[in-house]
């Protein structure tokens, strides 16, 4: 079954950093660009970052410029989201979604369940 | 950046009606618009895209239409299922989502 499936939530202070991984199971994840979502306790969607088939192309909102930034390795079918100067405001549920494109500016068919990250003192 | 507004927030109805969500865009955004359905505690998941474009394997009594500046869900006979949260999502240009609207049970 295709499927995403993500780890590496937890709760960490604010200021600290945090390592979200996005793993690909039943198709090839090099042949597609992978988004991050995140939707904070109680509201909406709000999209975060993407990354292109090889990685060359990454985007992200102007909330999470300048701290998250995000990477792949194709030989592990893995992508990451490395979450750097956490602030409350990035608590969260994080989900890892499938671009039917290589560049990434398409719609998202596919979805994990999404980790949670709670930023805490 | 180019804003989604999604009308209404909330919409209340009953099994059989047929029914409209609106997403607006602060500019033209052609036809770079994905609709989705979430429920409570659920990955959301991805009914329309590029406006009109059902997706595979989901029911034909949803629908959608628009291109520009404007677009709208309709779902031609409300069942059960059918009770979540909707959003609209523009693409093409970076991303970015349409803050919800909630239909619920009359």
């Known amino acids: 079954q295709v499927q995403l499936v993500e780890s590496g939530g937890g709760v960490v202070q604010p200021g600290r950093s945090l390592r979200l991984s996005c793993a690909a199971s039943?198709?090839?994840?090099?042949?597609?660009?992978i988004h991050w979502v995140r939707q904070a306790p109680g509201k909406g969607l709000e999209w975060v970052a993407v990354i292109s088939y090889d990685g060359s192309n990454k985007y992200f909102a102007d909330s999470v410029k300048g701290r998250f930034t995000v990477s792949r390795d194709n030989s592990k079918n893995r992508v990451y989201l490395q979450l750097n100067s956490l602030r409350a405001e990035d608590t969260a549920l994080y989900y890892c979604a499938r671009d039917p494109s290589l560049t990434g500016d398409y719609y998202m068919d596919v979805w994990g369940k999404g980790t949670t990250v709670t930023v805490s003192s | 950046d180019i804003q989604m507004t999604q009308s209404p927030s909330t919409l209340s109805a009953s099994v059989g009606d047929r029914v409209t969500i609106t997403c607006r865009a602060s500019q033209s955004i052609s036809s770079w618009l994905a609709w989705y359905q979430q429920k409570p505690g659920k990955a959301p998941k991805l009914l329309i895209y590029k406006a009109s474009n059902l997706e595979s394997g989901v029911p034909s009594r949803f629908s959608g239409s628009g291109s520009g500046t404007e677009f709208t869900l309709t779902i031609s006979s409300l069942q059960p299922d059918d009770f979540a949260t909707y959003y609209c999502?523009?693409?093409?240009?970076?991303?970015?989502f349409g803050q919800g609207t909630k239909l619920e049970i009359k």
């Open positions: 039943e198709f090839t994840l090099s042949n597609y660009a």
């Open positions: 999502q523009r693409y093409n240009s970076y991303s970015a």
